[in-house]
């Protein structure tokens, strides 16, 4: 199975308990998971893998969290030829829904602007919010999880997920 480095950022451990959900599953899948918190780690680990998953929540109104604004032009600037990634997000739809996940957008799309192959898109389904900047059609392009509306179905949906993305890893 695949080596993968999954790199989060968290202010309010939502992410952190999301990474940890994530890193569990994929591990059932017999998949090995180099766990990073991007505070510690900034982002010279990244370039050492072939498959990532990098997730942050959305902050304020569409900004990165604190660690990840801070590295954001550096990971602008990072090649990811080759290199398989999933994303995935926290926010609050109904407070924020003008920007709900934006976090995930701001991310995935220089890391597809610079080679890397995104999987793991998510429905728009059973989410109530106006505007994403993750948003690609009708789809998300990570995961998207809300623990402040909907934390009764953030487990579930780390489970969909994962078994969707495990099988893209090589």
């Known amino acids: 199975m695949a080596k993968i480095g999954m790199f989060w950022g968290s202010t309010t451990e939502m992410t ?4 940890e ?14 766990s990073f918190d991007i505070g510690s780690s900034g982002l010279e680990p990244i370039p050492e893998y072939s498959n990532v998953i990098i997730g942050c929540p959305t902050w304020n109104i569409g900004e990165l969290q604190d660690h990840w604004d801070m590295l954001y032009d550096d990971f602008k600037e990072l090649k990811f030829d080759e ?13 924020y829904s003008c920007n709900y996940l934006d976090a995930v957008g701001l991310l995935a799309r220089p890391f597809m602007e610079n080679g890397g192959k995104l999987v793991g898109r998510w429905p728009t389904e059973g989410y109530d919010f106006e505007e994403s ?5 009708n789809e998300f392009l990570g995961l998207a999880l809300d623990y402040d509306n909907q934390d009764m179905e953030s487990e579930e949906r780390i489970k969909k997920w ?6 893209e890893f090589k």
């Open 16 to 19: 952190s308990l999301a990474s």
């Open 21 to 34: 959900q994530i890193q569990a599953e994929m591990q059932n899948f017999g998949h090995e998971i180099d």
């Open 83 to 95: 290199v398989i990634g999933a994303f995935f997000g926290v926010g609050d739809q109904i407070g």
């Open 133 to 137: 900047v993750a948003l690609e059609g």
């Open 162 to 167: 994962t078994a969707i993305i495990q099988s």
